[in-house]
């Protein structure tokens, strides 16, 4: 008997083409645009230059992903923040989501 599952997990659905333009603008239009827009855009670039190499969308697609996780997680973090709440105790975003190569 095996350990291995029988079935491959389904990996999640791509980013719509447009993805990328839109968290743009989304960033653009967030209070943490100066920090956010310049590092989303180094991100980008070395997405792009990995995919490049690999002739792979992957490194596109976890990019994006990344980034809409930031830019959701953001109010949920500036209320905790607000709130006075202790944030000694965290964890590095890049613990859950993986380390970027």
Not at 5 to 21: G, M
């Amino acid at each position: 008997m095996s350990a291995q599952p029988d079935h491959a997990p389904i990996p999640p659905a791509p980013p719509a083409p447009t993805a990328a333009a839109q968290l743009l603008a989304q960033l653009r239009e967030s209070s943490r645009a100066r920090i956010w827009v310049p590092a989303f855009e180094q991100d980008w670039a070395r997405a792009l230059e990995d995919s490049r190499h690999s002739y792979s969308l992957s490194p596109l697609h976890d990019g994006v992903r990344t980034w809409q996780a930031r830019l959701a997680a953001a109010p949920a973090v500036e209320v905790f923040l607000a709130g006075g709440c202790d944030d000694s105790d965290g964890v590095d975003l890049a613990d859950i989501l993986g380390t970027r190569p």
